[in-house]
């Protein structure tokens, strides 16, 4: 029965008192009319309600766009994420055919010298976010930006310049922003964004805490690790996740100048001075992580400028044998050094305190793209990686150059060292055992789900920030770390 139909029902057995109407009903003259206009009204009134929740449920339902600008070290990515939200989940379902990325060269840092003109980088990322987002709905698409080791290196006051002048492009975009929106984020935060997106792609978020993966990434500058523990942390290590009923606390740590990069050169320079120390006369040193054959100078940490080899004395050159098991040896000692001023007992990575690692974990990044150089796979064993980087070691170098034509040399060469810095990092390090299968997966994406930390930005600042959700989410996405919560109940 229609809604009409009911009030004309009710009509013919009236009530004491109409509920719209300060007017007691009494059968006399005029009393047709009052009826007329009663059922006129309460049609009106359920036709506007109707409509009401029709547009509201359609705006739930439709896609919506959130942008975070990752500012890297090398270069500053603009993410386009399209979604909507899950009516059972309450999380966002992301729209992989309209979620889209683009990329510019170089760094923010690059800007040191004219801080001034940092903002000018963002023009073509802007652009871009513009022609993917339909312009109706860039009044309500938040962009936030997030600064990462490159900023974090630079004095303070240079930092606030850089991230002014993109506040200054950023407020002029069209787009929903604020100024607290651009910022420099920690490298623990970077682990726990990457945390979430991992375990948002797999669909582990809200379930067992037990049954989450944790996170190895092993970038260039740096590594990262963040997994779920049981164990008593540091106030500065520990943070807390919430999704739903379900608690996550996390360790989440940031290791500087451990990235493969910057560790490779890390031991070039410690070979290099120790050889200088047995040998002082000698500018040559033994480089057991490069293929046999390969050849390159070290510049001494007070060389400031690359010259011919025949007019530098502050240089050595290296004698490269190829020596899987002696590269390991060498990576060790770097990731031992300062070991000894650990104030606890589980350290690694120099003296920083590590737990011991729970559950699963998804090594990413170089991690990824080393497994990935050898044919190795996704699931693997370590044992896998210390063969193939035995054999990559020991090849002579013309046969390698002809066997990789389409690399770069110097790229594909790091790949002795890849292969033993990692070994030496997940087992002799961390404890994974050499032929554990189910502890270590390689991967940069699940299911075509990029495994990017600005993913775990954006849920949960998409948590944070949905108006209509505000009751349910309750996430203090620029809280300082140090007050180790992440609330999205």
């Known amino acids: ?145 997030m600064a990462t080791a490159g900023l974090r290196m630079l004095d303070a006051g240079v930092t606030d310049s850089i991230l002014e002048s993109c506040r200054m492009a950023l407020r002029s975009s069209g787009f929903l922003f604020q100024d607290e929106w651009a910022t420099v984020i920690s490298g623990s935060e970077e682990g726990v964004f990457a945390w979430v997106a991992a375990n948002y792609a797999l669909g582990m978020l809200g379930g067992d805490p037990l049954k989450t993966n944790g996170i190895i990434e092993l970038g260039g500058a740096s590594a990262q690790i963040t997994f779920a523990t049981e164990e008593a942390l540091p106030s500065e290590l520990a943070h807390v996740v919430k999704f739903g009923e379900a608690t996550y606390k996390l360790y989440s740590n940031s290791f500087l100048h451990f990235g493969q990069n910057v560790a490779q050169e890390s031991v070039k320079e410690l070979l290099s001075s120790r050889s200088a120390e047995k040998s002082p006369t000698s500018r040559v040193f033994i480089d057991p992580c490069s293929p046999r054959g390969y050849s390159y100078s070290v510049m001494s940490p007070e060389a400031s400028t690359a010259l011919p080899i025949s007019t530098v004395e502050d240089h050595s050159i290296s004698h490269a044998s190829g020596n899987f098991s002696e590269c390991k040896s060498a990576a060790l000692l770097l990731l031992k050094q300062e070991n000894g001023k650990c104030l606890r007992q589980e350290c690694r990575f120099g003296s920083n305190y590590i737990p011991k690692l729970q559950g699963r974990f998804l090594a990413t990044e170089n991690f990824f793209f080393t497994s990935e150089f050898f044919g190795l796979g996704s699931v693997l064993v370590l044992s896998d990686f210390e063969s193939a980087g035995q054999h990559f070691c020991e090849e002579d170098w013309d046969n390698l150059k002809y066997k990789y034509q389409t690399f770069e040399a110097d790229d594909f060469a790091r790949y002795c060292f890849s292969s033993a810095y990692i070994v030496a990092l997940l087992h002799d390090n961390l404890g994974i055992p050499m032929d554990d299968k189910s502890r270590l997966w390689f991967a940069n994406q699940v299911d075509g789900i990029h495994l990017d930390w600005a993913l775990g930005a954006f849920i949960l600042q998409t948590k944070e920030h949905l108006g209509w959700a505000a009751s349910i989410f309750h996430f203090n996405f620029f809280s300082p770390l140090a007050s180790s919560q992440f609330s999205c109940s």
């Open 1 to 145: 029965m229609d809604v009409v139909t009911k009030l004309q029902h009710r009509s013919s057995s009236p009530p004491r008192d109409f509920i719209f109407s300060r007017i007691p009903f009494s059968p006399r003259k005029g009393e047709n009319s009052h009826t007329k206009l009663w059922i006129f009204f309460s049609a009106a009134v359920s036709i506007a309600v109707f409509l009401y929740l029709l547009l509201a449920s359609k705006r739930i339902n439709s896609p919506r766009f959130s942008i975070i600008i990752d500012a890297g070290s090398t270069g500053t990515r603009l993410h386009v994420f399209s979604f909507v939200i899950s009516p059972k989940t309450k999380l966002p379902v992301l729209d992989l055919a309209s979620t889209s990325s683009l990329k510019v060269r170089p760094g923010l840092s690059s800007y040191s010298g004219d801080p001034s003109s940092a903002g000018d980088s963002l023009v073509d990322l802007l652009r871009f976010g513009k022609g993917k987002v339909p312009r109706d709905q860039w009044g309500d698409t938040e962009v936030r930006l």
